[in-house]
Nanobody, 121 residues
Framework: QVQLEESGGGFVQAAGSLRLSCAAS????????VAWFRQAPGKEREFVAA????????LYVDSVKGRFTISRDNAKNTVYLQMNSLKPEDTAVYYC??????????????WGQGTQVTVSS
């Protein structure tokens, strides 16, 4: 069993920044690829970014490239999503997910509770 807990969401004006954290716990959680997804009201949950356990590879959806950075602190077993130059269309509930499947970009079975990000124009 793996537990994921997000934090760091909030309210910010356009062009501002936020850093989300995803703390993972569980016996094998440190070996998982971890991803961030988001879901805006009335829309499907979409992939945002992923970080691989092996090699530290990163993957981003086109809409956040150059603005968001995913990173991992292995000592703390925590994955971060640094979000800069935020836009109103980034408003959503952001979820941490594991283990992300790098071969087919599919979501894993474990989800956090989500953290709300609201960007005002």
């Amino acid at each position: 069993q793996v537990q994921l807990e997000e934090s760091g969401g909030g309210f910010v004006q356009a062009a501002g920044s936020l850093r989300l954290s995803c703390a993972a716990s569980g016996r094998t959680s440190r070996f998982y690829n971890v991803a961030w997804f988001r879901q805006a009201p009335g829309k499907e949950r979409e992939f945002v970014a992923a970080f691989s356990w092996i090699g530290g590879r990163t993957l981003y959806v086109d809409s956040v490239k150059g603005r968001f950075t995913i990173s991992r602190d292995n000592a703390k077993n925590t994955v971060y999503l640094q979000m800069n130059s935020l836009k109103p269309e980034d408003t959503a509930v952001y979820y941490c997910n594991a283990p992300f499947n790098w071969d087919n970009n599919s979501r894993g079975e474990y989800w956090g509770q989500g953290t709300q990000v609201t960007v005002s124009s």
